[in-house]
């Protein structure tokens, strides 16, 4: 892998750095504190053609690579985390279903509209009982002539209540058996789809989380996205494309925490000196470096992988649990080297901590992180000896 990014890599990391520096980040401290979506934010990312940009230039994408991509959430996090969540859930749950497994109708049916950001994609998949068991879904789309019946409960659905389309997993039943999950398309006006409550959350306030029910909604047989039967794989493969954006939102937030910590540090006097002359403080600054840093090459190696069509599921979690983590030593860093002024939230560290704990839980726990990558390795194992 060549760790040197190309030119259209820096042109579009560098664009993207421009706008949310000098749009997103004075207003992030007004979304989060009033818990406000920050439309104009995606009206503005819809102008630079960012909202599909690694989709096919066919569908509206932008054509870019899953690099580009993960530049992009990054600078985005470093920014607005909220801004990051809802462009990371749109990019890779919203659209990625429809690129990898629709038909060729559903793909201009659909794809055109969320490239476009003329509206947002969702994905459902956790329930209130199921969390990391997503295997045991108990949603149900049974079968009738026209086509499906689904009926059921999903919850922590990121933009689940402003979406026009959400991607749902139900298990399959046709004439009582279960055939297993499946993926079903569902828009936002069919009769039988009720938006719930919206979460209030510890951070990423302006990142819209809602309950959703579907009661008998009535779905037409070409509602159902791919084979029926094959939602697992389906939403695992998503999921694995998905760990390579939360991972570059860790890194963002993590980022943005080091160099507000970095900047401060330069500037509180303390006992005659700047505090960064402490060797305790300059430690702090040097393993977040450190990790932040390692977790960015994961994270790039996953997306690099990606776009060979080579395998990269454990790649994407050893990136996402590699970078979640990193970021969350340096957002805590970020607050203690702050003081007192870092559990304020007149500064950004305090948003950046509550922000970054998602990152170790949303697309995997890191406890699931953890597990996927053993299994990798005992498979790989297991496969040379044999």
């Known amino acids: 892998m060549d760790f040197e990014l190309t030119e259209e890599q820096r042109m579009i990391r560098d664009a993207v750095r421009a ?4 749009e997103f980040a004075p207003r992030a401290r007004d979304v989060d504190e009033h818990a406000r979506f920050p439309a104009e934010n995606f009206v503005r990312l819809a102008e630079m053609g960012l909202m599909g940009l690694p989709i096919g230039e066919r569908y509206g994408g932008g054509g870019g690579d899953t690099v580009s991509y993960a530049l992009t959430v990054e600078e985005l996090a470093a920014a607005c985390g909220s801004t990051a969540l809802v462009y990371a859930a749109h990019v890779s749950l919203g659209c990625s279903p429809f690129a990898l497994f629709g038909t060729e109708e559903q793909k201009q049916a659909y794809l055109p509209r969320l490239t476009s950001g003329a509206m947002f994609g969702a994905f459902g998949l956790t329930e209130p009982h199921t969390g990391s068991d997503a295997g045991a879904t108990r949603t149900t789309a049974e079968k009738t002539p026209d086509g499906w019946r689904l009926n059921g409960q999903k919850m922590w659905i990121t933009s689940g209540g402003i979406a026009g389309t959400i991607i749902a997993t139900a298990r399959t039943v046709v004439d009582g058996e279960d055939l297993g999950v499946s993926c079903f398309i569902v828009e936002r006006e069919m009769p039988g789809f009720v938006v719930g409550k919206d979460e209030p959350k510890m951070g990423l306030k302006g990142s819209i989380t809602s309950q959703l029910f579907f ?5 037409r047989d070409d509602h159902l996205l791919g084979e029926a039967g094959k939602g697992l794989k389906q939403m695992l493969t998503i999921l694995d494309g998905g760990r390579i954006s939360i991972a ?5 937030l993590g980022r943005a925490a080091l160099e507000h910590a970095t900047g401060y540090s330069l500037e509180r006097i303390a006992f ?3 505090i960064s002359a402490n060797q305790a403080v300059q430690w702090k600054l040097a393993d977040s470096a450190v990790a932040l840093d390692a977790a960015r090459l994961l994270t790039w190696q996953a997306a690099w992988l990606k776009d060979r069509k080579r395998p990269f599921g454990k790649e994407a979690a050893m990136a996402k ?12 860093e970020a607050v203690q080297i702050h003081g007192g002024m870092g559990y304020s939230r007149e500064v950004p560290v305090e948003r950046f901590y ?3 704990r998602l990152t170790e839980i949303g697309e995997g726990t890191s406890e699931i992180m953890r597990l996927v990558i053993a299994r990798s390795i005992l498979r790989e194992r297991t496969d040379l000896s044999t």
Not at 215 to 219: F, I, K, R, S, V
């Open 215 to 219: 009661e008998d909604c009535a779905l």
């Open 354 to 356: 509550r922000d970054n």
């Open 248 to 252: 570059a939102m860790a890194l963002g």
């Open 321 to 332: 649990l590699a970078a979640s983590e990193a970021a969350e030593k340096a957002c805590f």
């Open 272 to 274: 005659g000196k700047p």
């Open 19 to 22: 706008v949310a520096q000098g």
